[in-house]
């Protein structure tokens, strides 16, 4: 997401710290068990199993939504239409673990989103509220867009999957002028019956906040939202990705959000209210924290990012 000022708001501090009382007790377990979960291979046989950790208290855990500039990674989608994938209907049938899966790729934001700021700044109903139709996402120091990660991410992600012989679709691929919006990123995956989606982020927080942290539905109902169909299956994809994450690219869990558990619930977030099919979004790591930044503009890290997170979503199909 990548707000440039996701760092939390005073508001929040205050929220959670009723929430650090309550997960204390829990963290140093959850922590422990990840690792144990981890050292175990945490992608063997029994990766089938979630790591029983990582129990986020998901009321308190919400983050609360007119948040400041902390605009949801606005994720929209553009289905793409990928010429290897008539392809294949056409010749072979996709073989592998994955086939027959369907799975959305939402690269989070838009290269080109700042030339348009009219239009990103559209509002588009999101059951909760109105918000933004998109947002241009952060950057590095150095200048390293959070667009371009993104899609380089999802580039591999995309290699990782269709090796497996899953069928995936991008929302966007830097083929349009801005967005898509969040609220038709969302119906991109609806649309497509996605067994699952992974909206790919950065995030835009404070120098010293660090880590990754992977973000799951709060239960929604209102308006065009309802998210209780997909909060149960959205947290198991989600602990599976963190999980394997962790494994791939020894990235630590955020030391700012999620108190040690690497997971986060909003209903601030068009992409998963507006979602009737498994999502979440991943915040890689930091940008704007000058040691995540420097794995960030890796390309070795980055093919361990999409390896983790096609992992994590190989791990939730085939349970
Ligand atoms: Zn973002």
Known sequence: MSYDSESPTPARRRLRGNLVIVTAALVPTALAGWLV?????????QDDKPPKVLPLPSAPAVRPSGNGNAQPPTVTVTATPKPSASASTQSARPSGPLAGRVVVIDPGHNPSNFKHATEINRQVDIGTNKKECDTTGTDTEGGYTEAAFTLDVSHRLRALLEKQGATVTYTQDNDRPFGPCVDERAAIGNRAKADAVVSVHADGAAEGQHGFHVILPALVNAGKANTAP????????????????????GMPPSNYVGDGTGLDVRKDLGGLNLSTVPKVFIECGNMR???????????DWRQKAAQGIADGIGSFLQK
């Open 37 to 45: 979960w981890q050292a175990m291979g945490g992608s063997g046989g």
């Open 230 to 249: 997909i909060v149960a299956p959205s947290r198991e994809l989600g602990v599976r990705i963190a999980g394997k994450f962790v494994h791939a690219t």
């Open 289 to 299: 924290d000058s040691g995540d930044a420097a794995l960030l503009r890796s390309a």
